[in-house]
T-cell receptor
Framework: GAVVSQHPSRVICKSGTSVKIECRSLDFQATTMFWYRQFPKQSLMLMATSNEGSKATYEQGVEKDKFLINHASLTLSTLTVTSAHPEDSSFYIC??????????FGQGTRLTVV | AQTVTQSQPEMSVQEAETVTLSCTYDTSENNYYLFWYKQPPSRQMILVIRQEAYKQQNATENRFSVNFQKAAKSFSLKISDSQLGDTAMYFCAFMIEYGNKLVFGAGTILRVKS
C-alpha cells in the first residue's frame, strides 16, 4: 500500500509553546488529509479535514485557532498546536487519501506538554 | 448521520482458535464501504479488510473474513487460526460512496493468548 510518513513520532514541549507535526504522502498525491486525536484505549476522533490549497474543515468543538492545519501541497499537511497546554497531550494521527476509497495512515505522534 | 457500534470492548482468544468481532452500523445510504482496521501496540493503523456494500460476496483476506449482512447492517470480522501478532485494537469503520470521511467504531481490544 501507499506510504504516509508522520514526523516527529514523539515530541515533548513546554506549556505555552507551539509544536508542529508533519504528515507526508511519499508515493501518491493526497488530495485530502485528515487529522485525528486518540486517547488511550479509545477510538480516533476526527479533528479536521484538509484539501490541498484550501482551508481545513474543522469538526465541531475543535478550536481552529489552537490547531492550525496547513495543506500547502499534494504531499504535505502540517498540524500546529499553538500555545500548548498539558491537556493537549495526546496521540495525534494523520491519514491521507487520493481520489480512491482507501485512506493511508501515518505512524502517529505522541505529544507531551509539560 | 452514520454511526458505527462495536459492542465488545475487550476480547481474548487462545492461539490457533477462531474469534469473531462484532460491528453494527446505521445509515440511510445504499452505497458505502466498510472497513476493519487493526491498531497493534505500535499504534500504526493497518487496513485488514474492506467490503463494498454493493457486493453480496463476503470479503476474505487470508485468515480474515467478514460476515456482511446488509439488511441487518452488520459487519463482523472473523479471525481464523489466531496468532500472537493479531493482538491489537480493532476498529470497524464506515465511509459513504464518494465520501471522504471514515466513521469509526469505539474499537475492540483483542488479546491472543499462548
Amino acid at each position: 500500500g501507499a506510504v504516509v510518513s508522520q514526523h516527529p513520532s514523539r515530541v515533548i514541549c513546554k506549556s505555552g509553546t507551539s509544536v508542529k507535526i508533519e504528515c507526508r504522502s511519499l508515493d501518491f498525491q493526497a488530495t485530502t488529509m485528515f487529522w485525528y486525536r486518540q486517547f488511550p484505549k479509545q477510538s480516533l476522533m476526527l479533528m479536521a479535514t484538509s484539501n490541498e490549497g484550501s482551508k481545513a474543515t474543522y469538526e465541531q468543538g475543535v478550536e481552529k485557532d489552537k490547531f492550525l492545519i496547513n495543506h500547502a501541497s499534494l504531499t504535505l499537511s502540517t498540524l500546529t498546536v499553538t500555545s500548548a497546554h498539558p491537556e493537549d497531550s495526546s496521540f495525534y494521527i494523520c491519514s491521507a487519501k487520493d481520489l480512491g476509497t482507501e485512506a493511508f495512515f501515518g505512524q502517529g505522534t505522541r505529544l507531551t506538554v509539560v | 448521520a452514520q454511526t458505527v457500534t462495536q459492542s465488545q470492548p475487550e476480547m481474548s482468544v487462545q492461539e490457533a482458535e477462531t474469534v469473531t468481532l462484532s460491528c453494527t452500523y446505521d445509515t440511510s445510504e445504499n452505497n458505502y464501504y466498510l472497513f476493519w482496521y487493526k491498531q497493534p501496540p505500535s499504534r500504526q493503523m493497518i487496513l485488514v479488510i474492506r467490503q463494498e456494500a454493493y457486493k453480496q460476496q463476503n470479503a476474505t483476506e487470508n485468515r480474515f473474513s467478514v460476515n456482511f449482512q446488509k439488511a441487518a447492517k452488520s459487519f463482523s470480522l472473523k479471525i481464523s487460526d489466531s496468532q500472537l501478532g493479531d493482538t491489537a485494537m480493532y476498529f470497524c469503520a464506515f465511509m459513504i460512496e464518494y465520501g471522504n470521511k471514515l466513521v469509526f467504531g469505539a474499537g475492540t481490544i483483542l488479546r491472543v493468548k499462548s
